[in-house]
Nanobody, 122 residues
Framework: QVQLVESGGRLVQPGDSLRLSCAASTRSMSNYAMAWFRQVPGKEREFVATISKLGRSTYYENSRKDRFIISRDNDRNMLYLQMNSLQLEDTGRYYC???????????????WGQGTQVTVSS
C-alpha cells in the first residue's frame, strides 16, 4: 500500500513558475514508477509526465515537455514537478500516481493522491 500526498498548488499568473511535491509513504519508493496527471472538471484525467523507478528516464506530454520537469528523490520518498512558463491551459488539479511500470495511461497506476489545485489566471 502506498499513500501519496500532493502539495504546492496555488493561484499563479501566466508566465510564473511553480513546483509541486508529492510525498509517498512507502518502504521503498524505488519500487514504483511515478507520474503526474492533470484533471479539469468534466474531463478525464490526462497525462502530464512520468519518471522511471530510479529516475533515469522521463517522458512528457508533448505540449509540456519544454516547460515541465519531473524528478524524484527516492531517499526522501518525494516526487516533484517543476512547472515553468505556466499558461492558462495548465490550470487543473494535479495528481501524483504510483505504479509498477511507467505509462501515459492512468489505468496503469495503482495508487493516487488527492491532488493539488493549480490555477493560472491573470
Amino acid at each position: 500500500q502506498v499513500q501519496l500526498v500532493e502539495s504546492g498548488g496555488r493561484l499563479v499568473q501566466p508566465g510564473d513558475s511553480l513546483r509541486l511535491s508529492c510525498a509517498a509513504s512507502t518502504r521503498s519508493m524505488s519500487n514504483y514508477a511515478m507520474a503526474w496527471f492533470r484533471q479539469v472538471p468534466g474531463k478525464e484525467r490526462e497525462f502530464v509526465a512520468t519518471i522511471s523507478k530510479l529516475g533515469r528516464s522521463t517522458y512528457y506530454e508533448n505540449s509540456r515537455k519544454d516547460r515541465f520537469i519531473i524528478s524524484r528523490d527516492n531517499d526522501r520518498n518525494m516526487l516533484y514537478l517543476q512547472m515553468n512558463s505556466l499558461q492558462l491551459e495548465d490550470t487543473g488539479r494535479y495528481y501524483c500516481a504510483a505504479g509498477k511500470d511507467w505509462s501515459v495511461h492512468a489505468y496503469n497506476y495503482d495508487y493516487w493522491g488527492q491532488g493539488t489545485q493549480v490555477t493560472v489566471s491573470s
